[in-house]
């Protein structure tokens, strides 16, 4: 029972088809077909090592992709089934594959060469929380440009580097001892500048950084 009911084997550089029938006790009859797959039948010493395959017959793409997954240790909570499944008889519906896997292989490199032969994208959506597959869209026309500057339309993405926007300063000056360190007490006097206009209720989502100079 560890091996299902058939399947594909390879001993040397022959691969065979592979069925298996049980008494219902404890004999085990291994039936093959030899020399399948474009092989041919050879003689093999005893103790030859059995490799078993994987086979994909006229296989969808995003099958095979399930299929390799299942061998990592990766959670079925992080792949959209559904999801997947509507590419499968969509954008994805014409990458069937015909194939036998008939040494260890690293599951990504299967995948690579999936997403390669089929131009589809995968990645790793970190809002979702889930591996998404989807095929890769033909465009039309092409994308449209920003003004004369070569950017892409939503492109860029703006960050608020609110350690870089100061809207408090402290200035401290007339030192009173110059041979010791800068702390603020060292300072006889001091004033504070305060940009209300940035810190006024209208603009209450932007964050206010304080910096302070010592002069």
């Known amino acids: 029972g560890e091996y299902e009911s058939g399947g594909v084997l390879q001993i040397?550089?022959?691969?065979?088809?592979?069925?298996?029938d049980t008494d219902g006790g404890t004999t085990v009859t291994l039936n093959v077909d030899r020399?399948?797959?474009?092989?041919?039948?050879?003689e093999h010493k005893k103790g030859a090592l059995v490799q078993k395959c994987y086979k994909a017959d006229n296989a969808n793409v995003v099958d095979i992709?399930?299929?390799?997954?299942?061998?990592?240790?990766?959670?079925?909570?992080?792949?959209?089934?559904e999801t997947w499944e509507k590419e499968k008889i969509g954008s994805l519906s014409t990458y069937n594959f015909t194939t036998v896997i008939s040494k260890p292989?690293?599951?990504?490199?299967?995948l690579s060469d999936l997403i390669r032969h089929s131009g589809a994208i995968m990645?790793?959506?970190t809002v979702l929380s889930q591996i998404t597959l989807k095929g890769n869209p033909e465009f039309g026309v092409p994308d449209l440009i920003v003004d004369e500057n070569i950017y892409e339309q939503d492109s860029v993405t703006i960050k608020e580097l609110f350690n870089s926007q100061?809207?408090?300063?402290?200035?401290n000056y007339a030192k009173r001892n110059y041979v010791i360190d800068d702390k603020e007490n060292n300072y006889s006097n001091g004033f504070h500048l305060i940009d209300d206009l940035a810190e006024s209720p209208a603009r209450f989502d932007d964050?206010?950084?304080?910096k302070t100079i010592n002069s």
């Open 12 to 20: 040397d550089d022959e691969q065979m088809d592979y069925t298996v």
């Open 123 to 125: 990645f790793w959506d």
């Open 35 to 42: 020399a399948e797959y474009n092989t041919a039948a050879i």
């Open 166 to 171: 100061v809207t408090r300063l402290a200035v």
């Open 105 to 110: 292989t690293e599951v990504k490199k299967i």
């Open 65 to 81: 992709i399930k299929d390799a997954i299942s061998y990592t240790k990766i959670n079925d909570k992080f792949i959209p089934i």
């Open 207 to 210: 964050v206010s950084e304080g």
